[in-house]
């Protein structure tokens, strides 16, 4: 049985400053961390602290029950390091953000650069559906039942990515019809 008490009190800690960060800048605009790191997609601290502690945990139960297999725990293992390693990176640099400058008023993208973002992202949707297809065709015409598995989780992840391409075309759509009529 492995012994993360180390683990554990260093996330105690960390779990203390990100309070103590939350509080004093309060929810963020966007996500923290991208949500293949931590899937709350929170805009504090502390729930990714709970998710960190959470990975932890399933560590922990998995191995207890000793259905903890080499793959399972280099998995768990590489995310854990990672969600902390990414906290750790955001409470470091908070003394040096606490000293940029804050735009004064509310900052307003021109209406041309929207235009340009929306360009961009209906490239990327075409290059998104254009994979789609093509790891659906290498899926059906795949014999081998664990190369099959990886191109669908592969699948999966680009039909995710077109799926957010979409929303934020979406979005950026309704910015700018609302810009136009407004302006």
């Known amino acids: 049985m492995t012994n993360f008490t180390s683990i554990e009190i260093m996330l105690e800690q960390l779990g203390k400053t990100a309070a103590e960060i939350d509080r004093r800048r309060g929810e963020q605009r966007l ?13 504090y601290l502390v729930p990714c602290i709970n998710e960190a502690k959470a990975t932890l945990g399933s560590i ?10 080499a793959q399972r725990a280099e998995y768990l293992t590489q995310m854990l390091v990672a969600q902390i ?15 940029e ?24 949707e075409r290059r998104l559906a254009q994979m789609v297809n093509d790891q659906e065709l290498a899926i059906n015409q795949c014999h081998s039942f664990s190369q099959q598995q990886d191109l669908q989780q592969k699948l999966l992840a680009t039909e995710k990515r077109l799926q957010r391409c979409k929303e934020a075309m979406i979005r950026l759509e309704q910015q700018i019809t609302y810009r136009e009529q407004h302006d």
């Not at 004064?104 to 973002?117: L, R």
């Open 85 to 99: 390693e990414a906290i750790q990176r955001e409470v470091a640099t908070q003394r040096i953000r606490s000293n």
């Open 60 to 69: 922990q139960r998995e191995e207890k029950a000793n259905i903890l297999t």
């Open 101 to 124: 400058p804050r735009p004064k008023g509310s900052y307003k993208k021109p209406i041309s650069d929207m235009y340009q973002d929306l360009a961009q992202h209906q490239e990327w």
């Open 31 to 43: 996500p923290l961390f991208d949500e293949r790191l931590f899937g709350c997609r929170s805009r």
